[in-house]
């Protein structure tokens, strides 16, 4: 086996009522400042947010609430979550949402612990992330797998930039995880958290290490059997708390790095949807699948071998020659993220088709304007990502 670090210290309340534990654990980790982050009006309208208030004050807990975060989270909302959260000396930072809340609170989770630091500085690699506070997610979405990963994204307004931080201080403290509170979520947003939670996987899946752990790949392969199987479940019954627990638990598993053990992280299409997101305000996980079809269009003959077991363990695709079997899982793959209604080109996307200039633009934020490569299947530089851009472009 391929030699690894792993590290999840995130302890994990999970099933019908989870969240009716989170004031009794948040004490028992000697905590008693509780700041709430949450996105829109959503967890009001559901209840869910007054009931976490009142279970929290009756437990004898100190709380502040701060809503708007939105998809794509901003980097000057959370400015201002930190400085709210500071004089408040908040020793508890709590989401609760999806992952766009979650990775919110942990940016302001190390802004309350590293006061006299821009918060960008930990994101664009200025400064090194060395401590932070206790951070909880109530999860209502299964989704980024934030709520156990050792990753955050943040999106900086002023540059259109968006960015990944990864650190195991990332890596939150409590996570409850009911999925019934994940009914009430959009279809459309259930479709894209499912996409994410395939699309983490499949970034940690395509290696070119000629002998990648089994165990790592069962588990990976494994999982995303899991995710097509229920979420078909779910396009017919979005309430099937059986397919939405599976779902869930496999969007933790997806993103704490189990599906990647002993391998390098590839993460290209992350990298090429992101700049769509920054620049357009796209559904992370809808931006995914609009690469993911050109990247392995492009990359699959790199190593076809991997490609045609990724067709055959998940895709149970058996006939043909390796290279059938490789092309024929990438059209499944496609096929089957339009048969759950996310887009595989910029058009379905919803932001048209476009021009030289934009496609240019978008190359240079993923390469730095051309000093970088990205990825590691297939390193990707500006002229890589540019024909991957250019042949979802229509």
Not at 309 to 320: H, L, P, Q, R, S
Request: with cysteine; net charge negative.
């Amino acid at each position: 086996m391929q030699s690894f670090n792993f590290k999840c210290p995130t302890e994990i309340v999970f099933g019908k009522g989870a969240e009716e534990h989170i004031a009794e654990k948040i004490k028992a980790y000697g905590k008693s400042r509780v700041f709430i982050v949450y996105g829109g009006g959503s967890v009001i309208e559901t209840g869910l947010l007054p009931r976490i208030e009142s279970q929290l004050t009756a437990a004898g807990l100190s709380l502040q609430v701060r809503g708007g975060v939105k998809p794509n989270p901003r980097l000057a909302w959370v400015r201002g979550a930190i400085n709210d959260a500071m004089i408040f000396k908040a020793d508890f930072i709590l989401a609760v949402g999806g992952g766009s809340v979650i990775d919110s609170a942990k940016a302001v989770a190390h802004g309350v612990a590293n006061p006299g630091v821009d918060i960008w500085d930990f994101w664009s690699g200025k400064v090194k992330l060395e401590k932070t506070t206790a951070i909880g997610a109530v999860l209502t979405l299964a989704a980024a797998g934030s709520e156990t990963s050792d990753s955050a994204v943040l999106t900086n307004e002023e540059t259109g930039k968006k960015s990944g931080l990864n650190t195991d201080l990332n890596r939150p403290t409590l996570a409850f995880m009911n999925p019934e509170l994940a009914f009430t979520a959009p279809k459309r947003q259930v479709f894209c958290g499912i996409a994410d939670i395939l699309m983490h996987t499949m970034e940690r899946y395509f290696t070119t290490d000629p002998a990648p752990n089994d165990m790592t790949d069962l588990i990976a392969e494994g999982l995303m059997k899991n995710v097509i199987k229920h979420s078909r479940t779910l396009l017919h019954g979005p309430k099937n708390y059986d397919a939405m627990s599976e779902i869930m638990w496999c969007g933790s598993l997806s993103h704490n790095n189990l599906t990647g053990l002993g391998r390098a992280k590839d993460f290209a299409c992350h990298k090429l949807g992101h700049e769509l997101s920054g620049r357009f305000d796209v559904t992370h996980g809808a931006s995914l699948t609009t690469v993911w079809g050109s990247w392995a269009g492009y990359v699959w003959q790199d190593n076809p071998e991997r490609f045609a077991k990724f067709a055959e363990k998940v895709w149970d695709i058996t006939e043909g020659s390796t290279e059938e079997k490789a092309r024929k899982g990438i059209e499944a793959t496609i096929a089957y993220f339009k048969e759950i209604d996310m887009p595989v080109n910029f058009t379905e996307l919803g932001i048209g088709v476009q021009n030289k200039e934009m496609i240019e633009y978008l190359a240079d934020m993923v390469t730095a304007n051309g000093t970088k490569t990205v990825a590691t299947f297939h390193p990707i530089d500006k002229e890589t990502a540019m024909e991957i851009y250019n042949q979802a472009n229509h």
